[in-house]
């Protein structure tokens, strides 16, 4: 087992290496150049462009700017284009208010999709299973901007509270109980808009795999020897339903970095989404970079995860990586 999870640590890193070169020789050579623009200055000589081409290394050859970008990513002196701010300071601050948002929303995603997919499963053609087909493919057709608007009208019409931002402006020196209160609020709608269209989605797999598994020899075999539907449903079959949903668990980490860009900007919320976008149109390379290479570790070290829950999940697989170990 573990010269299973060694050779498969060895695999992430060396793909993580090459995903570093191509990410950044594509963005390096992309037509365009940072220090060629500066709306805020008309008068920029090409005295100030060759300055700051030295100052961000992009005077010196490609393999050159490849070291010195990750050196200073790693040694915290990778600074912005756009305000020559640490990026990794930047990075930080936005990571820690895109946190919540992506935790309450996968939460609510997978607390609720589950069931939901597991009881349309059991209960097919039923009532139960034709409602939740109808109002999963309705909030996957709905636009969520469109959706956001609706449900910030009736929230601030109902409850007579504002939902905009992380919190209330001008309230920060009232008590802490009225802050956290304030904080739910604004973070209530944003992650249930978030979750919406991946409860809808996943509860529809979830439903697909479970009526695949159930259809299964070994589940009419167990319930005709007269074992309690709850115990063969729950305990046999869902396991094997489970099987394909540990790579997706895994490859929602990624959801960290980018967010999204729509909820974000509609309730002003300033998270990683919205830090990518902006980096991208200020043409802010070492932000965006960083962005990317993180982006990379966290779908990497998700696949990681995965791995290792389809050994807890599948024990056959931990067999079969001893056999060949």
């Known amino acids: 087992m573990f010269s299973?999870?060694?050779?498969?640590?060895?695999?992430?890193?060396?793909?993580?290496?090459?995903?570093?070169?191509?990410?950044?020789?594509?963005?390096?050579?992309?037509?365009?150049?940072?220090?060629?623009?500066?709306?805020?200055?008309?008068k920029f000589t090409q005295e100030d462009i060759q300055r700051l081409r030295k100052a961000f290394d992009l005077d010196k050859p490609l393999p050159v700017q490849y070291y010195l970008f990750y050196k200073k990513l790693f040694t915290n002196?990778?600074?912005?284009?756009?305000?020559?701010?640490?990026?990794?300071?930047?990075?930080?601050?936005?990571?820690?208010?895109?946190?919540?948002?992506?935790?309450?929303?996968?939460?609510?995603?997978?607390?609720?999709?589950?069931?939901?997919?597991?009881?349309?499963a059991l209960r097919r053609q039923s009532l139960f299973d034709r409602s939740?087909?109808?109002?999963?493919?309705?909030?996957?057709?709905?636009?969520?901007?469109?959706?956001?608007?609706?449900?910030i009208i009736f929230i601030v019409k109902v409850f007579n509270v504002p939902v905009?931002?992380?919190q209330t402006f001008g309230r920060e020196s009232v008590s802490w109980w009225y802050l956290i209160n304030d904080r739910i609020w604004h973070l209530v709608l944003p992650s249930v808009l978030s979750a919406i269209g991946g409860i809808a989605i996943l509860s529809r797999y979830v439903r697909s795999q479970m009526l695949e598994v159930i259809e299964q020899d070994y589940v009419r075999t167990a319930l005709a020897k007269g074992l309690p539907p709850d115990t063969v449903y729950y305990k046999?079959?869902?396991r094997n339903a489970l099987l394909?949903?540990?790579?997706m668990f895994g490859l929602t980490l990624p959801g960290l970095i980018g967010g999204s860009v729509i909820i974000e900007s509609i309730f002003s919320w300033p998270g990683m989404g919205r830090?990518?976008?902006?980096?991208?149109?200020?043409?802010?390379y070492p932000l965006i970079l960083s962005l990317n290479f993180i982006a990379a570790c966290l779908v990497l070290v998700g696949t990681f995860i995965s791995d290792l829950l389809y050994m807890v999940v599948d024990p056959r697989i931990s067999l079969i990586s001893e056999s060949k170990g």
Request: aromatic fraction near 16%.
């Open 4 to 42: 299973f999870w060694a050779k498969s640590l060895v695999e992430k890193l060396i793909t993580l290496f090459f995903i570093s070169i191509i990410s950044f020789s594509v963005v390096m050579l992309a037509p365009g150049d940072p220090s060629e623009i500066d709306p805020l200055n008309p």
């Open 77 to 120: 002196e990778l600074r912005s284009y756009k305000d020559n701010q640490p990026v990794l300071k930047k990075i930080t601050e936005r990571f820690l208010n895109s946190l919540p948002l992506f935790l309450v929303g996968t939460l609510l995603t997978w607390c609720l999709a589950f069931p939901l997919g597991i009881q349309a």
């Open 132 to 151: 939740t087909t109808f109002f999963s493919y309705f909030f996957i057709s709905l636009p969520s901007f469109f959706l956001a608007y609706v449900l």
């Open 164 to 166: 905009i931002g992380l």
């Open 236 to 238: 046999h079959a869902l």
């Open 244 to 247: 394909p949903f540990v790579t």
């Open 275 to 284: 830090l990518g976008y902006d980096a991208i149109l200020a043409r802010d």
